[in-house]
């Protein structure tokens, strides 16, 4: 049972006693709390707070229990590197493909759009707490968890904004820069809101997949009226659509309950199934178009190209049969990044060996 709010309220446990008390502080999200800490309290302090009294069998896994970050670790799950890994691989991909070579200074203006991309995934985080605090899969994140304040958040957004700016501004990448915020803006100001009224919303924000890639082309010295940077965004474009239809499957059950419209509402089973399915054979057909547009020139990598294209239709063809459930949309999802990361890959090694 929970006591009554207090302002200020002093405790102290007894070392023999046969139940913990914990100070326990209400973040957002109804009904959840941070604990503070299982350690004996010695006369201390407690502001705004909560006292409860548990038993310790009726205590939550420690692994669960939200604890003080340890240096940065916290802050670096803000910026979601997972995600702003890929960015920074596309920005490269661009760089490669515009120039032919990545030099000290787009290196710099390269490491400038991964940090303002990082701010953007900040924001994300700050955007959605309320959102993640539901989810089962997002509820340790730092804010929901309390690990990290809103505030504290706030401050490391502007913090990367600023720096990754400064670095794209200083490298003479005016226009990376633009592009780069002009991203920004639509990640945090259309596409994350947008996501809480259409499972669509995903269309519109797989922009977002493309523009880090065309900021590295425009930092290589690329034309942005080259044919081949049309050919190269659609692929990313593409790509956005059933990576994230396929994590909405996973956990569609979290995104219900934290209010997100997922693509159930619209579809059954099946249909659904084949509606994803020919987003993948979309993506599978945009690699094949840097034949048609000579970004590929190489028997070689052409042959891997059509062999990857095989392997992941084939791979993902499950989701279609409905043998597996999520664990196959899971294995799907992951499948679909790795092609991406491994098609990538491959044009790189081309052009820089050509």
Not at 67 to 77: C, D, H
Not at 156 to 170: E, I, R
Request: aromatic letters at 14%; hydrophobic letters at 50%.
């Amino acid at each position: 049972m929970l006591g009554r709010q207090s302002w200020l309220r002093r405790h102290q446990l007894a070392q023999d006693e046969p139940v913990v008390r914990f100070c326990v502080r209400r973040t957002i999200g109804e009904n959840r709390f941070r604990y503070s800490s299982g350690r004996r309290f010695e006369s201390e302090i407690v502001r705004l707070s909560y006292l409860t009294t548990l038993h310790v069998a009726d205590l939550p896994n420690r692994s669960r229990v939200a604890e003080p970050a340890r240096g940065g670790i916290a802050f670096l799950e803000l910026m979601k590197l997972r995600i702003t890994f890929f960015v920074g691989m596309s920005v490269l991909f661009g760089i490669v493909l515009s120039s032919g070579s990545v030099s000290l200074t787009s290196a710099v203006a390269a490491f400038g759009v991964f940090l303002l991309a990082s701010g953007s995934a900040a924001l994300n985080h700050y955007q959605e707490r309320e959102a993640d605090s539901l989810m089962h899969r997002t509820k340790h994140r730092p804010l929901p968890s309390g690990r990290i304040s809103p505030e504290a958040a706030l401050f490391f957004v502007v913090l990367l904004s600023l720096v990754g700016s400064s670095l794209m501004y200083v490298s003479g990448n005016l226009g990376a820069l633009i592009i780069s915020w002009l991203a920004f803006i639509w990640y945090n100001g259309f596409y994350t809101p947008m996501k809480k009224w259409t499972a669509f919303a995903v269309i519109p924000g797989s922009l977002i997949g493309a523009l880090p890639m065309m900021s590295g082309w425009v930092i290589g010295g690329g034309n942005l009226l080259d044919p081949r940077l049309i050919v190269i965004a659609l692929f990313f474009f593409v790509w956005q659509a059933p990576h994230f239809w396929l994590l909405m499957m996973v956990y569609s059950s979290d995104y219900e309950r934290s209010g997100f419209p997922t693509l159930r509402r619209y579809f059954s089973g099946s249909a659904l199934a084949l509606f994803i399915y020919f987003w993948i054979v979309a993506l599978v057909f945009s690699s094949i178009l840097f034949l048609a547009a000579r970004i590929i020139q190489s028997f070689v990598t052409g042959s891997v190209l059509i062999l990857l294209g095989m392997w992941l239709l084939g791979s993902t063809w499950q989701i279609v049969s409905h043998s597996g459930g999520k664990r196959v949309y899971r294995a799907a999802f992951m499948k679909i990044n790795m092609y991406v990361l491994m098609v990538s890959v491959a044009v790189l090694v081309e052009n820089v060996l050509r």
